[in-house]
């Protein structure tokens, strides 16, 4: 067998230099009962964040306790209605996956109707996002995150003004 994963593979599922385990918390538009709120500066798609867990290291899911995968997944449905209402997309991907930095965390990707792959995931090559138009997503997203839940439930989106140009125009 070839190895093709890291070297450092095992020191970094043990949390060595975890880039996630610092305090993210200045980073961030929400922070939840046990996540930070992170909107990618290099991204996938418009709007794409990610959820990370806080507290301790945690590589994978199954080793939280019952209530924190409870308080984290009610985290990540709360960063997911906001991003919903910023960006108004026509669908909306949960990744969990750890492969490049083994802390849990969930990339929230919204899904257009004109995105490059329908029906299929979107392929994994990230844009720097302009810092404008990320101050401008990062506002709207620290805004809306801080609402309670319920009221994700009773307003229909509000799209943001920026277009799709502004992520794929790069």
Request: charged share 25%; glycine share 4%.
């Amino acid at each position: 067998m070839t190895r093709t994963w890291p070297e450092d593979w095992e020191a970094r599922k043990q949390g060595d230099s975890c880039f996630f385990c610092t305090d993210l918390s200045d980073r961030s538009f929400y922070s939840g009962r046990t996540s930070e709120a992170l909107l990618e500066r290099h991204a996938i798609a418009r709007g794409h964040v990610a959820v990370v867990f806080r507290g301790r290291h945690v590589a994978d899911l199954g080793d939280l306790t019952a209530e924190e995968l409870a308080n984290y997944w009610h985290d990540v449905q709360h960063v997911g209605r906001a991003v919903s209402r910023a960006f108004a997309p026509c669908h909306m991907n949960y990744l969990l996956m750890g492969n490049l930095a083994p802390h849990l965390h969930v990339h929230v990707v919204p899904r257009y109707l004109d995105d490059s792959a329908p029906g299929m995931p979107l392929p994994w090559a990230p844009s720097p996002v302009p810092e404008d138009v990320f101050e401008r997503q990062f506002t709207q997203l620290r805004d809306l995150s801080r609402a309670p839940d319920r009221q994700f439930l009773l307003h229909q989106p509000a799209p943001m003004v920026a277009t799709h140009e502004d992520i794929d125009s790069r």
